[in-house]
């Protein structure tokens, strides 16, 4: 069995930050890739950023230079640094892991999402 945990959102002012955690747990073999997702009222869930086992990172245009993905291989823990928040990054954030699950006679790959973490920027 596999969980993903968020936390870390909040209410914050426009120009604020806020630091995003999800960690993995579980008999997980390897994890691939992690990233993380948004959806805002009435949006389609969208890519904020992704990041590798050997740390390739990707991320939407709308958040470049102001939001960093990273991750600590040893927790199974993946960060997003948001910087310059904008009322428009309002949206429950999803944490996403690509990995590689042992049933204890099986490898399954999957991905497994968080239950979410909603961020709220507004004065």
């Known amino acids: 069995q596999v969980q993903i945990v968020e936390s870390g959102g909040g209410l914050v002012q426009p120009g604020g930050s806020l630091r995003l955690s999800c960690a993995a747990s579980g008999t997980i073999a390897s994890i691939y890739a992690m990233g993380w997702y948004r959806q805002a009222p009435g949006e389609q869930r969208e890519l904020v950023a992704t990041i590798t086992s050997s740390s390739n990172t990707n991320y939407a245009d709308s958040v470049k230079g102001r939001f960093t993905i990273s991750r600590d291989n040893a927790k199974n823990t993946v960060y997003l640094q948001m910087n310059s928040l904008k009322p428009e990054d309002t949206a429950v954030y999803y944490c996403?892991?690509?990995?590689?699950?042992?049933?204890?006679?099986?490898?399954?790959?999957?991905?497994?999402w968080g239950q979410g973490t909603q961020v709220t920027v507004s004065s």
């Open positions: 996403n892991a690509d990995l590689l699950y042992y049933s204890g006679t099986l490898y399954t790959r999957s991905g497994y």
